[in-house]
């Protein structure tokens, strides 16, 4: 008697292995004997973040705020989302996305209580990078965020390299922005607390879409064989693309308002230096905030009237300004022969 024996599936060269999808939902979705250990972990995780995150924030600490990102656990529920959506499990996309809305409550209310006992003088929106980079978010947030979205789920996607997601943590900013919420909102600075909201929003939804998308892709979408899960995943899909569409409104007029003010900033920058040609004087900055133009100039000697400079900006800019000329005196001390 010849016995035969079944031959291994081949492993697909770019699509998704069938055989991983047991081990890859075990990863992915909070579910079964071990949920609450695991939530537990979850939860833990997110306010060790939130801490190093809100005083790297409030420290100006780049390579803290890094940190806080490759702890926090955030990422995982959002890729759960689009993956449970690509597989058209709604039960599953449901308890992945009230765990995201759960985490994003958790870190605005920590930050708000963590900043509470920070003096207001050491808050600054103005002159901290790590705050003003998180409330004007533009169009390149987007294709950052899109990017890294589907850098994600192509690692989650592929058993070999599935834990390889901390670069992907840095290069997508989730906590961070979150943080800067809380602190706005403790300060009163409602306008920051929406910028940095808004960063955050750019953030989930491209890692939705650019993740769903590279998921499907590669064959997840596989799984859902039967008209509810594809009905499931079309909707989930459509309602991806809708929320980008409209996040991209707020960041098209933020990244236009941007063009026009660094525009406007090189225009008045030259028309300075014009005002300046003959003396001994150099442009230090120049910065256009609506009608007013701040220069800093630094040198020795006389100059021409300010009101002369104030009429050239005013015709290179199209409407009339207000010029606050700052002037840094230059000393030159020349040595003697030794």
């Given at each position: 008697?010849?016995?035969?024996?079944?031959?291994?599936?081949?492993?697909p060269r770019?699509g998704f292995?069938?055989s991983?999808?047991?081990?890859?939902?075990?990863?992915?979705?909070?579910?079964?004997?071990?949920?609450?250990?695991?939530l537990?972990?979850?939860?833990?995780?997110?306010?060790?973040?939130?801490?190093?995150?809100?005083?790297?924030?409030?420290?100006?600490?780049?390579?803290?705020?890094i940190?806080?990102m490759?702890v926090?656990p955030?990422?995982?529920?959002?890729?759960?989302?689009?993956?449970?959506?690509?597989?058209?499990?709604?039960?599953?996309?449901?308890?992945a996305?009230?765990?995201?809305?759960?985490?994003?409550?958790?870190?605005?209310?920590?930050?708000?209580?963590?900043?509470?006992?920070?003096?207001?003088?050491?808050?600054?929106?103005?002159s901290?990078?790590?705050?003003?980079?998180?409330?004007?978010?533009?169009?390149?947030?987007?294709?950052?965020?899109?990017?890294?979205?589907?850098?994600?789920?192509?690692?989650?996607?592929r058993?070999?390299i599935?834990?390889?997601?901390?670069?992907?943590?840095?290069?997508?900013?989730?906590?961070?922005?979150?943080?800067?919420?809380?602190?706005?909102?403790?300060?009163?600075?409602?306008?920051?607390?929406?910028?940095?909201?808004?960063?955050?929003?750019?953030?989930f939804l491209?890692?939705?879409?650019?993740?769903?998308?590279?998921l499907l892709?590669?064959?997840?979408g596989?799984?859902?064989?039967?008209?509810?899960?594809?009905?499931?995943r079309?909707?989930?899909?459509?309602?991806?693309?809708?929320?980008?569409?409209?996040?991209?409104?707020?960041?098209?007029?933020?990244?236009?308002?941007?063009?026009?003010?660094?525009?406007?900033?090189?225009t008045?920058?030259?028309?300075?230096?014009?005002?300046?040609?003959?003396?001994?004087?150099?442009?230090?900055?120049?910065?256009?905030?609506?009608?007013?133009?701040?220069?800093?100039?630094?040198?020795?000697?006389?100059?021409?009237?300010?009101?002369?400079?104030?009429?050239?900006?005013?015709a290179?800019?199209?409407h009339p300004v207000?010029?606050?000329?700052?002037?840094?005196?230059?000393?030159?001390?020349?040595?003697s022969?030794?």
């Amino acid at each position: 008697m010849s016995t035969t024996t079944a031959k291994p599936l081949p492993v697909p060269r770019f699509g998704f292995d069938p055989s991983y999808l047991p081990e890859f939902a075990d990863k992915l979705f909070i579910e079964g004997p071990q949920t609450a250990r695991r939530l537990t972990n979850f939860f833990a995780l997110l306010l060790f973040a939130t801490i190093i995150a809100t005083y790297g924030v409030l420290s100006n600490s780049t390579v803290t705020v890094i940190g806080a990102m490759i702890v926090a656990p955030l990422m995982g529920p959002i890729m759960a989302t689009t993956a449970a959506v690509i597989m058209g499990s709604t039960r599953r996309a449901l308890h992945a996305i009230a765990l995201v809305v759960a985490g994003i409550v958790t870190v605005i209310i920590s930050s708000f209580l963590l900043s509470w006992v920070v003096p207001d003088v050491t808050i600054s929106f103005t002159s901290n990078g790590e705050i003003t980079s998180r409330i004007n978010p533009g169009l390149y947030a987007l294709l950052t965020a899109l990017g890294a979205g589907a850098a994600g789920a192509f690692i989650i996607s592929r058993a070999e390299i599935a834990d390889s997601m901390g670069g992907v943590a840095i290069a997508i900013s989730l906590v961070p922005p979150l943080c800067v919420v809380g602190i706005s909102l403790q300060q009163g600075q409602l306008g920051a607390a929406a910028g940095a909201l808004l960063l955050f929003m750019t953030n989930f939804l491209a890692i939705l879409l650019a993740g769903g998308v590279v998921l499907l892709i590669v064959g997840l979408g596989k799984s859902a064989v039967s008209q509810e899960h594809a009905r499931v995943r079309r909707r989930g899909l459509a309602l991806f693309v809708m929320g980008i569409l409209l996040i991209t409104i707020p960041l098209t007029l933020s990244a236009y308002q941007a063009v026009i003010h660094a525009a406007e900033n090189n225009t008045a920058t030259s028309e300075v230096g014009q005002w300046l040609e003959g003396t001994s004087y150099r442009v230090v900055t120049v910065n256009v905030n609506d009608r007013v133009v701040i220069a800093t100039v630094e040198g020795a000697g006389e100059l021409e009237p300010t009101q002369q400079l104030a009429n050239q900006l005013a015709a290179a800019l199209g409407h009339p300004v207000v010029v606050n000329l700052r002037m840094l005196p230059v000393q030159m001390g020349v040595s003697s022969n030794p």
